[in-house]
């Protein structure tokens, strides 16, 4: 189960805890990794609102170096995921443009033929590693531990690109994981919808109504913790969980994890060495649920 | 197969007009819509049932709804396709909108924003002396926002409007879009310019909702990203949203990946120094647990740069 990995811009900056913990986690799911080093970022959505040509020729670019590598892409953001997953829908269902993108690659010695799939790593652990090997690298079960999940927009939409049609289990492919790990998954309304995070520029009080309002959601329907697949959703949900609070006038203080972080608990790893302590939002309330030291 | 259905009922004239959640069970055929169902309740369960529909073959836009927590079209929905027995079907009147009663909503808003827009063709310069003529191609194009049956379900579920009322949403600029991207419309740049206002197209949120809802495949929010596309290219004023877009791509260019807390700088922009001064505590808070990124000269450009610098200027020159 080998991957080139694409850890993306966020995994590598705001939130350096989420490259940590699958750094910790994947070898011992019988993961292999190849680090794409030399990729860009996706665009994140943002560039394409200038130009969605460039977004989808660097995308094309990634695409095209996994090909030559002969692997799968993994990723660990939502965002990157999504735009990636858009960008190859928009490239393979159009020969045309995806000829008219390769013009331009063969000036760098590249082609991409199509043939590159891209996965996020919560459905890599349902598709490829399994069920079974979930369950035996769980050496301490998340029992009483009430989860909620968060997947972000863009691991939820649009289902077209996101190859939902194929693989129906991925529209719940948290929820499956977290189900898997021992924890109680709490269910809530907000878990598919905007965490606020692209309106932060153009409407700050919106964004932070937004993350206030999932947070405080998933607590009430009784969550001790939420857990995401999207680095972008926890830098709001964590980052300015305290600004919303204060923003809306109420205490929340909801520990928000990235999923592998989850995934090193219910495996036994040392808080520390999954980057517990680097999240803003104190985790302390987590790991007391858990008996952890 | 028996089917419970549980629906939102209001009644503004009852004593205590309260929202509140009544079940219905019918047995339905694999052929029936909720549509059917909705309608075979009111006419034999519950008569005070109150639904909006006319045409029965989502042509219409009349019976837009939330069907498990997301907006469509009752009459385009199985009622097989949504569930395994013994699961129950939420029905519940749009969002974003105020009801009327049940699941009737009041679209009086949704059309005063679509006006707003003022959707309707604008050409400049002499008439012409036969029609206004344009491409198939660009008429080609343009069908497919033209699908667009103004049912309000991308405004239903719009992340971004229940944050901001003001906001004029999906429906509004995909109509926007429709005249914009019109070659014999002679306003775009009055209409972008009137778009780039607060409310307009850069309050969009990007959830992708409006995407994912809509039932003829109009796919609003691809269509505000070119509005936003279209704006930047004629050079309308700067805001917030097109300063981001703007030192995105540009950071991109320069290390290939997100410097973010440049991008936050000139985001902000000096304008709004003292909104980025609020996030202090936030980014304190970062910097003592050791996670405050890397920026400016410090933040390396990616090995290979040279050739992402390559692909932005190849996109350029054929843009």
Same mark, same amino acid.
């Given at each position: 189960m080998k991957y080139a990995f694409f850890p993306g811009c966020v995994s590598k900056g705001g939130c350096p805890e989420l490259y940590q913990s699958v750094k910790q986690v994947y070898p011992r799911l019988g993961i292999d990794l190849e680090e794409m080093t030399t990729a860009s970022c996706t665009g994140a959505g943002v560039l394409q609102e200038k130009d969605l040509r460039l977004g989808d020729l660097l995308n094309a670019h990634t695409l095209a170096l996994a090909e030559q590598q002969g692997l799968p892409i993994m990723t660990i953001c939502s965002t990157c995921q999504g735009v990636m997953s858009q960008a190859n829908h928009r490239l393979v269902t159009d020969p045309g443009y995806l000829d008219d993108i390769?013009? !331009?690659?063969?000036?760098? &010695?590249?082609?991409?033929?199509?043939?590159?799939t891209v996965k996020h790593f919560v459905w890599i652990l349902l598709e490829d590693v399994g069920e079974q090997k979930i369950r035996q690298a769980v050496k301490r079960p998340l029992t009483g531990l009430r989860a909620a999940p968060f997947y972000g927009c863009y691991l939820q939409r649009p289902s077209a690109a996101l190859g939902f049609d194929e693989q129906p289990a991925r529209v719940k492919s948290l929820e499956t994981v977290m189900a898997l790990l021992g924890a109680e998954v709490v269910d809530f309304p907000g878990k598919s919808r905007c965490c606020g995070m692209p309106l932060l520029t153009i409407n700050e009080p919106g964004s932070l109504q937004m993350v206030a309002h999932h947070t405080s959601d998933a607590k009430e329907h009784g969550a001790d913790v939420m857990v995401t697949p999207c680095p972008l959703c926890h830098l709001n949900l964590d980052g300015l969980q305290t600004k919303a609070a204060r923003h809306e006038r109420r205490e929340i203080d909801l520990p928000i994890l990235h999923l592998p972080q989850l995934l090193g608990l219910a495996m036994g790893l040392e808080p520390r060495a999954l980057g517990l302590n680097r999240n803003l939002v104190p985790t302390k309330s !987590?790991?007391?649920?858990?008996r952890v030291a | 197969m028996l089917t419970t259905f549980r629906i939102r009922r209001f009644n503004p004239e009852s004593e205590s007009p309260q929202p509140y959640f009544e079940d219905y069970q019918l047995v339905t055929e694999r052929s029936d819509t909720v549509l059917d169902a909705l309608i075979r309740i009111r006419e034999t369960v519950d008569e005070s049932l109150t639904l909006r529909c006319s045409c029965r073959g989502a042509i219409c836009g009349s019976c837009g709804m939330r069907i498990n927590g997301h907006a469509t079209l009752a009459c385009k929905t199985k009622v097989a396709s949504l569930i395994s027995p013994d699961e129950t079907i939420h029905v519940e009147p749009m969002n974003n909108m105020p009801v009327i009663k049940d699941l009737v909503t009041d679209m009086a808003g949704f059309w005063e924003k679509v006006r707003q827009v003022q959707p309707w063709l604008q050409p400049t310069g002499p008439e012409p002396e036969g029609e206004y003529l344009a491409s198939p191609d660009a008429m080609n194009h343009l069908t497919g926002v033209m699908g667009c049956i103004m049912c309000g379900a991308c405004v239903s579920d719009c992340a971004a409007l229940e944050v901001n009322a003001d906001f004029v949403g999906p429906a509004a600029l995909a109509?926007?879009?429709?005249? !914009?991207? =019109? /070659?014999? =419309?002679?306003?775009?740049?009055?209409?972008?310019?009137?778009?780039?206002? /607060? &409310?307009?197209?850069? =309050?969009?949120?990007? $959830?992708?909702? $409006?995407?994912? !809802?809509? /039932?003829k495949g109009v796919g609003a929010m691809d269509r505000i990203m070119t509005l936003r596309a279209k704006g930047i290219e004629q050079g309308v004023p700067s805001t917030a949203g097109s300063r981001h877009t703007e030192a995105f791509a540009d950071l991109i260019e320069r290390k290939g990946r997100l410097d973010e807390p440049m991008l936050a700088v000139r985001t902000f922009g000096l304008a709004n120094v003292r909104q980025m001064f609020s996030f202090l505590p936030m980014v304190l808070r970062a910097l003592v647990r050791g996670k405050l990124p890397k920026s400016g000269p410090l933040f390396r450009p990616i090995p290979g740069i040279a050739r992402i610098r390559r692909l932005f200027r190849r996109a350029k020159e054929g843009r």
């Open positions: 390769n013009q !331009v690659l063969a000036e760098e &010695g590249l082609t991409y033929r199509g043939t590159t !987590v790991l007391e649920k858990l | 109509k926007a879009y429709r005249f !914009v991207a =019109d /070659p014999r =419309d002679g306003s775009s740049s009055s209409r972008l310019t009137a778009l780039n206002n /607060p &409310g307009g197209m850069w =309050d969009c949120t990007r $959830c992708m909702e $409006c995407i994912e !809802v809509c /039932p």
